[in-house]
């Protein structure tokens, strides 16, 4: 990660989810709420500069080019990625039904996910934990729209260097009983003693926790990547300095987070996600990461 600047794979993200909710609108991934927060992030992001690939991706011209840059890198990534932040807003729809849990998103990166919740519930604890650079994005774009998410906390959180507990100590944690931890898309950049102690204490961060995270898992080349992943792609992670550190084959999942103190309760592939009536929609999903949920034991 450069500093001073959001992650780079952050931007490849908030990009993906314009061209999935113009490109395959009839798929219902992605709001129109998601398209046009993710829009707004990327002109903070992208001031000063010409061209706007988001601005372009109504274009068909445009989203056909979009599709030959992503098969020289991972092909279906935007796809991948739009199943999986669909997955997870609906799942902790699921978990948030009750008022009294919070929901703490760790390394929420430009995603809108915590934003849109605050905007719906004024008396659930939202708070969003992330590296100063990438909030600082978000606290512009709140203040130029002037929304309201009185309930969100944007909070400095570098989880390669910060403790959780201190953290969440300084936004009084305590009043914290059940908690919804998302953990989208940020394990894989982190060592692996640096995920253990993070998961650990997401496991004692609230006397009921339920985690929502994403791994990578080992490709057949013996990596933690992307199957789809060209060597371009690889060399890209490297020299924007994110290069993927962790993962863990899905048959030693369990056991891994069981030491964590973290019992496995669902594993989910994009790749099995189907449209409404549950038809298959045919389109190629990049295969690799998955969408994992567990509980605190």
Excluded at 90 to 99: A, C, M, N, V, Y
Excluded at 112 to 120: K, P, T
Excluded at 129 to 154: C, F, G, N, R
Excluded at 223 to 248: D, I, K, Y
Aim: net charge neutral; aromatic share 8%.
């Amino acid at each position: 990660m450069r500093e001073g600047k959001p992650s780079r794979t952050s931007g490849v993200v908030a990009k993906g989810l314009v061209y999935t909710y113009h490109a395959y609108s009839e798929l219902g991934l992605v709001s129109s709420e998601t398209a046009k927060w993710a829009g707004r992030v990327l002109e903070e992001l992208e001031r000063g500069r010409l061209l706007k690939w988001h601005r372009l991706f109504r274009f068909p011209l445009a989203r056909y080019f979009f599709r030959l840059v992503e098969k020289c890198g991972i092909p279906g990534l935007a796809l991948h990625q739009s199943i999986r932040k669909h997955l997870i807003a609906t799942e902790t729809s699921k978990l948030l039904g009750d008022e009294n849990n919070a929901l703490v998103v760790i390394g929420g990166g430009l995603d809108s996910l915590a934003l849109q919740q605050s905007a719906a519930s004024s008396r659930q604890k939202i708070v969003e934990l992330d590296h100063p650079s990438t909030q600082q994005v978000k606290k512009t774009v709140l203040k130029s729209y002037a929304t309201d998410a009185s309930t969100l906390q944007l909070t400095e959180f570098d989880a390669s260097k910060d403790s959780l507990h201190e953290v969440l100590a300084c936004l009084d944690s305590a009043s914290i009983k059940q908690g919804v931890f998302i953990c989208e898309g940020v394990l894989m950049y982190l060592p692996e003693e640096k995920v253990r102690k993070l998961l650990e204490q997401v496991a004692t961060a609230a006397p009921k926790v339920t985690l929502i995270f994403t791994f990578m898992d080992q490709s057949h080349h013996g990596s933690w990547h992307f199957a789809e992943a060209t060597m371009a792609a690889r060399a890209w992670l490297r020299l924007v300095g994110e290069p993927f550190m962790w993962g863990c084959p899905k048959s030693e999942l369990g056991s891994f987070l069981s030491e964590c103190g973290l019992q496995l309760v669902d594993i989910l592939d994009t790749r099995d996600w189907r449209v409404r009536g549950n038809s298959d929609h045919g389109l190629p999903v990049a295969s690799g990461e998955y969408l994992a949920i567990a509980k605190c034991h």
